[in-house]
Every structure is written in C-alpha cells, then in structure tokens.
C-alpha cells in the first residue's frame, strides 16, 4: 500500500483512513486495480447494500468484512464507523454501484470523519450521469446534476419551471416506473426542440442511448423494453441571449456550406438540426447571406 493509503499516525495513536471507492454501474469489468487493491487492504467495507456488494466481491477475488451503511441506519453507523477510524480501523466506502454520495448515503460518515481530522482518500471511477454525459452529444462545459425529480407531477414542474432558463446541460436519474411521466412532465414545461437524451442500463447487456428532440420522445416508448432498467435523463440548456443573437464561427462555416447546395429554409433546418441551435437564429443569418451574395452580382 503506499505512504498515502497507510494509516496515519498521531502523537497517540494510529488514526484509519477513509477510502470512497466507487464501483462498476454495470458491468463488473468496470474496476480500475487501485479500487481492487484499496478494497482487499482496508480492514472494512460500508456497503450500502452489503448482498449486491459482495457479488462484485465476490468477482475479484476480495474477502475484506463488510457492514451496512444505507439511509435507514446512517446516523447510528457514522457514530460507530467514526469510533473505529479513530481506532487505527481503514473503511472503504461503496454504495450500490458507481461514485458514493452521489445520490448515494455517506455524506454524515465525510462530514464527521473530515470533521474529527480523519483522512478521507477518493478512490474515483464510474459515475452513470458522466459515462451518458461523455457520449451525450451535448455541452459538457457547463453542466448541472439534479439526482432524481421528485415523485409527484406537480412537485416535479415545478422543480423544471426553476430549471428552464437554465443554460447548462441538465442531468437526471429516473426509474423505470416514473421515467414516462417524467419525460411527459418536461414536455410540458421545456421547448419541444430541445434535445433530450434517455441513456438506458449503462454499460449492461442492454444498454440503449438515444437522442431526440423532447417533443418527440414518446416515440421512443413505444418500444415497451424503452420502459425498463435504470434511466439517466440528459435534457439540453436554454438557448441564452448570446445564442439567439449571432452564430459562432463553426455554426456559420456550416450555414455557409449548405447554402452552397441548399434553399434559405432548407440550409437553416438542416443546420439547426446538426448543431441543436434555434432554427431561428440560422434563418436570420441565411437571410442576410443572401443578401449579401445578391448585392456582389
């Protein structure tokens, strides 16, 4: 083990460290080495599930003990754990499957360890909102992770109506029993040309990415296995001012092109479907090209 996942050691006594290991989404392959060789040395694992978790264990050949870290006993099993990292006990941190505390328990065990001057060491790895994000297609500059919607039509518009200005990429996890009506809840508050992504069963068996403008995504439905798994939402930003006032230099190389080939209507639509800008914004500019190409014959 290196200097830096070793405990450390205080005038008194030997503290533990606290590792945040994240683990495979899906596919047990997903494991970086560190995040075997941490969990095989740690003396403890806190497991959000401690049955789903000794599958991948079980997988990798690691035999370390495990406890029960979930929602239900967090506040009881922080106490405890904090007891035994001031002990000389080291503690990986797994929840079910990717990065834990994000929308996963652990946050109460950080804040008191962090707190009590215990070490917290970050094991990184698969996070289900960032692998959609990576593939996604949309910006990735500037994004915001809002976890879950709330479980209620009314409470869920309202928590998009905050949402829809908002320029960045949004990000969201749903289940398979909400994730219709929540995408029909987007219908109902974002523009229809927005695009959305429905990332479905990450890196498993069945995995399914598709991209579509919110106005049409009921179409993907249909398919009723559209309608199973676990779902990342990825839902495009406002259109700012900046956007609907001028084209950057990529999107008018591109208008430029197909009004080489195309009609003013054509060479906008085409345009705005490649770059996801406001069809709008392509249309003033075309208009202004050709006027500017007819005053030079």
Do not use: W
Not at 164 to 182: C, G, I, K, M, Q
Request: aromatic residues 6%.
């Amino acid at each position: 083990m290196n200097d830096d996942e070793s405990p450390v050691t205080t005038k008194n006594q030997k503290i533990g460290v606290l590792y945040l290991v994240a683990t495979p989404i899906g596919n047990l392959e997903d494991f970086s080495f560190r995040a075997v060789e941490t969990l095989r040395r740690v003396q403890l694992i806190a497991a959000e599930d401690t049955r789903r978790t000794r599958v991948l264990l079980t997988h990798h050949g690691i035999a370390t003990p495990t406890v029960s870290l979930h929602e239900h006993n967090e506040t009881r099993a922080t106490d405890q754990l904090v007891l035994r990292l001031e002990a000389g006990t080291s503690i990986a941190v797994v929840s079910d499957a990717g990065t834990p505390l994000i929308n996963d328990p652990g946050l109460p065990l950080v804040r008191a360890a962090r707190h009590r001057g215990i070490p917290i060491v970050p094991v990184p790895g698969p996070c289900a909102f960032i692998a959609a994000l990576s593939v996604s297609g949309l910006p990735t500059d500037r994004f915001a992770y809002e976890g879950f919607p709330p479980r209620t039509s009314s409470a869920r518009r309202k928590r998009f109506e905050a949402l829809r200005d908002d320029p960045r990429t949004l990000a969201f996890y749903e289940s398979s029993h909400r994730v219709r009506e929540t995408v029909a809840d987007m219908q109902a508050v974002f523009e229809p040309e927005r695009a959305l992504v429905i990332a479905r069963e990450l890196t498993k068996l069945h995995e399914t990415i598709v991209s579509i403008p919110l106005g049409e995504a009921d179409t993907v439905f249909a398919d009723p296995n559209m309608l199973k798994g676990e779902f990342v939402l990825l839902l495009e930003g406002a259109t700012t001012t900046e956007q609907r006032d001028g084209l950057d230099a990529e999107q008018e190389r591109i208008l430029r092109v197909l009004l080489d080939e195309c009609s003013v209507k054509t060479a906008s639509a085409l345009a705005a479907k490649i770059t996801g800008v406001p069809r709008d914004a392509f249309y003033r500019r075309a208009l202004e090209l050709n006027s500017l190409r007819d005053s030079e014959v």
